[in-house]
């Protein structure tokens, strides 16, 4: 007879992960229904061991609110869950390392680099084509070139979500909008905290 291995905390923690996503739920949203704090909730889906009360709340909680005939979409084609940092959380990020990882939200995806992670747009400077509310997937490990759409982190600015182009001399660094009410900004390298390709964008089915 096979044995199954029993779940590892870290697997405990994807699998609360997965199902929060599922029902769109913040941490906070997720607490209230497992009957736990917001923070314990963080420290769960961070790697601590969770406690048996939890595991089997958890157990009943995740029962009641699986679909009855729908399949793990995610899991048949091998997708995992990004982080989704709120356009505030990327502005406060002045580094890949500094990403916070006490994130609301997850999005699954299929990109290959694993330190990607998702920003929720916030503004229209990118309208029609990205809209506020969108979810832009980042590829940290991959250098923008030319064309790329991006979203930076300026260290007197902000976070941007903008196209990217490269001037002559390397240095200079053109940002442009979509919209066109937004003029063409000019920056140098060295007013960018980070800068990080848009793979792809996830847009909400109902705008909230």
Not at 59 to 69: L, Y
Not at 120 to 136: V, W, Y
Request: aromatic fraction near 8%.
């Amino acid at each position: 007879m096979k044995l199954t291995s029993p779940e590892t905390d870290h697997e405990f923690a994807e699998r609360l992960r997965q199902w929060r996503a599922s029902q769109d739920l913040t941490q906070a949203d997720a607490a209230e229904k497992l009957g736990i704090d917001r923070a314990y909730l963080s420290q769960i889906e961070g790697g601590r061991k969770p406690g048996s009360r939890l595991r089997s709340r958890f157990q009943i909680v995740e029962k009641a609110t699986a679909p009855q005939a729908a399949p793990n979409v995610g899991a048949a084609y091998n997708l995992r869950q990004l982080p989704v940092l709120s356009w505030a959380q990327a502005g406060q990020a002045t580094e890949y390392g500094e990403i916070p990882a006490d994130w609301d939200e997850v999005v699954p995806s299929d990109v290959v680099d694993q330190r990607a992670f998702g920003v929720r747009l916030r503004g229209d400077s990118m309208e029609p084509n990205f809209c506020d509310g969108d979810i832009a997937i980042l590829l940290p490990s991959i250098a923008p070139t030319n064309g790329d759409v991006v979203v930076a982190n300026l260290k007197d600015e902000g976070v941007l979500c903008k196209i990217m182009h490269v001037q002559l001399d390397k240095n200079l660094i053109t940002l442009s909008s979509y919209n066109p009410a937004y003029p063409s900004m000019e920056r140098h390298r060295d007013q960018f905290n980070w800068m990080f390709s848009v793979s792809s964008i996830v847009r909400p089915l109902r705008r909230k």
